[in-house]
């Protein structure tokens, strides 16, 4: 098993385009989360999956936002109409998913940096 | 709403110094997960604890929880220059919460 992959790992856009990452999570595992990093600070959560069911979005999560994982496998982020303030680090994570387990560990990817000029 | 905090935020330290960092929340966390992260890349899982009082050891990081399940503590021996990095401590339960991390870095 290779991990949890994300592509891209760098995206440089302009304000107001649309961007897509995708993410591959450990191929087991049935949890998959997405989390946005700023310089010095540690990962928020976005949003997670249980499979292919979106269970919960945060607050930061915008309109402009939206995840899908429509085969409970890979998953999207889209970023719409950009703003500069989306300029950050999209990590994605994956879990096993336990129910009710007390120790999901969660295994992160590489990240996509995303840069908005 | 779930908060951890991390102390101290940054360390800087010679090698071959001992040091310890701490993360704290008010609230129960069913587990407690530490994670070390470098520049450009996701965190790395170090660790994870579920007991009260339980304590790990990784070569020469040992890791706590503490006895309410509300803390934690990371001691390095012998730090290295390898070790430097954002260590993160983040807690499992309804949602999965980060603390802000503290900077390490070991100097030569």
């Known amino acids: 098993d290779t991990g949890v992959s994300q592509d891209p790992r760098h995206k440089i856009t302009k304000r107001g385009q649309n961007v897509t990452f995708r993410c591959d999570p450990i191929?087991?595992?049935?949890?998959l989360y997405w989390y946005r990093q700023t310089l010095g600070q540690g990962p928020e959560f976005l949003t997670y999956?249980?499979?292919?069911?979106?269970?919960?979005k945060s607050r930061l999560l915008s309109d402009r936002f939206s995840a899908e994982r429509p085969k409970g496998s890979f998953s999207t982020l889209e970023i719409q109409r950009t703003e500069q303030g989306d300029s950050a680090m999209y990590l994605c994570?994956?879990?096993?998913?336990?129910?009710?387990?007390?120790?999901?560990?969660?295994?992160f990817g590489p990240g996509t940096r995303l840069t908005v000029l | 709403t779930q908060l951890l905090e991390q102390s101290p935020q940054f360390l800087s330290i010679q090698e071959g110094e001992n040091l310890t960092v701490y993360c704290n929340s008010s609230?129960?966390?069913?587990?407690l997960q530490w994670y070390r992260q470098e520049p450009g890349e996701g965190p790395v899982l170090l660790v994870t604890?579920?007991?009260?009082?339980e304590v790990k050891k990784l070569k020469r990081l040992t890791f706590q929880f503490g006895d309410a399940r509300k803390d934690s503590s990371l001691h390095i021996t012998a730090a290295q220059t390898g070790d430097t990095g954002l260590y993160l401590c983040?807690?499992?339960?309804?949602?999965?919460?980060f603390g802000p991390g503290t900077r390490l870095s070991v100097l030569p």
């Open positions: 994570a994956s879990s096993l998913g336990l129910a009710g387990g007390p120790a999901d560990t969660q295994y």
């Open positions: 191929s087991e595992h049935n949890r």
């Open positions: 999956f249980q499979n292919e069911a979106q269970l919960e």
């Open positions: 609230s129960v966390f069913s587990s």
């Open positions: 604890v579920v007991t009260g009082g």
């Open positions: 983040a807690g499992g339960g309804q949602n999965f919460v």
